[in-house]
């Protein structure tokens, strides 16, 4: 059986997507969580360096086979189970998904640098802030709604690429708890598709998961640096 190595639920915003690409598409797999840790000679770093060169999560374990990086993950996937259709069905359609999931993966720094995935965190008033006082952010959600609603425009929703969940929209969830986490203001079609990700039943079992963890890591969170402060 497949092998996903993830981090702490709350905070890990890579280990999601991959986790949802199998979990959404019913591939059986095993979760192997790691509590996330900076630290030289932890587990975390320990049993990630047997598997990748690049420590970090997730990766996905099939045999001897490492697979690292979540568009390898999410390509890789999609090879082995082509019947799950994770990709859109139509080839330039396919261009077109993989150009928003490469945008995703090398773009938007400022909103995820200054709103990291904190799913039981309610920091709306950090989101205010961040948008009288950081452009980039306020750029980065602004290119966010855009290709959104570009795409509901071009498809009809309610998802991305039409009726169908696809990978990209599994490879913005994440985005999608920044959103709401930090009250960052996008119009009501982008409220709904964002109620519509939350809704599926993957992504609630992974929320429900995360908020039981209860495993606050200073690292990840900049705004709260403690549980009393």
């Not at 913005?172 to 109620?195: K, N, Q």
Request: charged share 25%; proline share 6%.
């Amino acid at each position: 059986m497949l092998q996903l190595v993830i981090g702490n639920k709350n905070y890990s915003s890579w280990s999601l997507r991959g986790w949802l690409m199998l979990a959404h598409f019913g591939i059986p797999f095993e979760e192997v969580k790691l509590r996330l840790s900076l630290a030289e000679g932890s587990e975390f770093k320990q049993r990630l360096a047997a598997l990748t060169p690049t420590g970090q999560v997730p990766v996905l374990v099939d045999g001897d086979l490492a697979v690292w990086d979540t568009l390898a993950i999410a390509e890789y996937l999609a090879e082995t189970h082509p019947e799950r259709r994770m990709w859109p069905a139509e080839r330039r359609q396919r261009a077109r998904a993989r150009s928003l999931c490469a945008e995703m993966h090398a773009g938007f720094s400022a909103l995820r640098s200054h709103c990291p995935m904190n799913l039981e965190a309610e920091l709306s008033a950090v989101g205010a802030e961040l948008m009288r006082t950081r452009a980039e952010v306020v750029r980065d959600l602004q290119r966010i709604v855009q290709m959104w609603t570009g795409q509901f425009q071009a498809h009809g929703g309610p998802y991305l690429f039409g009726d169908e969940v696809t990978i990209p929209d599994l490879y913005f969830a994440p985005v999608c708890t920044r959103i709401r986490t930090y009250g960052l203001p996008v119009p009501p079609a982008v409220s709904a598709y964002i109620e519509r990700i939350d809704a599926l039943p993957a992504m609630q079992a992974w929320v429900a998961e995360a908020l039981a963890e209860q495993d606050f890591l200073d690292f990840d969170e900049p705004y709260r640096k403690s549980r009393a402060g």
